[in-house]
């Protein structure tokens, strides 16, 4: 079982931007995937932002050039970066470790995008 805590949401004005973090009770190194995902009022979650084992990374055509998503395996921590923030990125924001044995959920954290 791992557990996942983000971090880093809250309140932010349109154009600014966040550094959301997730931090797992347990190695990251050896998951397939950590992914961060969003779920606005009334839709459904969706993918954001994921990181594979080996480097490689895809991101939501809404946030292609504007989000990074990157991980730190000696601190067990994946980080979304979050710049040029619009009204419409406000969700829920959901942090995703896949590994060979199951897949596992953060409780969110809230990002709003409000002038």
């Known amino acids: 079982q791992v557990q996942l805590m983000e971090s880093g949401g809250g309140l932010v004005q349109p154009g600014g931007s966040l550094r959301l973090s997730c931090a797992a009770s347990?190695?990251?190194?050896?998951?397939?995937?950590m992914g961060w995902y969003r779920q606005a009022p009334g839709k459904e979650r969706e993918l954001v932002a994921s990181?594979?084992?080996?480097?490689?990374?895809n991101y939501a055509d809404s946030a292609k050039g504007r989000f990074t998503i990157s991980r730190d395996n000696a601190k067990n921590t994946v980080y979304l970066q979050m710049n040029s923030l619009k009204l419409e990125d406000t969700a829920v924001y959901y942090c995703?470790?896949?590994?060979?044995?199951?897949?596992?959920w953060g409780q969110g954290t809230q990002v709003t995008v409000s002038s």
């Open positions: 995703n470790a896949r590994f060979s044995y199951g897949s596992f």
């Open positions: 347990g190695s990251i190194a050896s998951s397939n995937l």
């Open positions: 990181s594979f084992r080996g480097g490689f990374t």
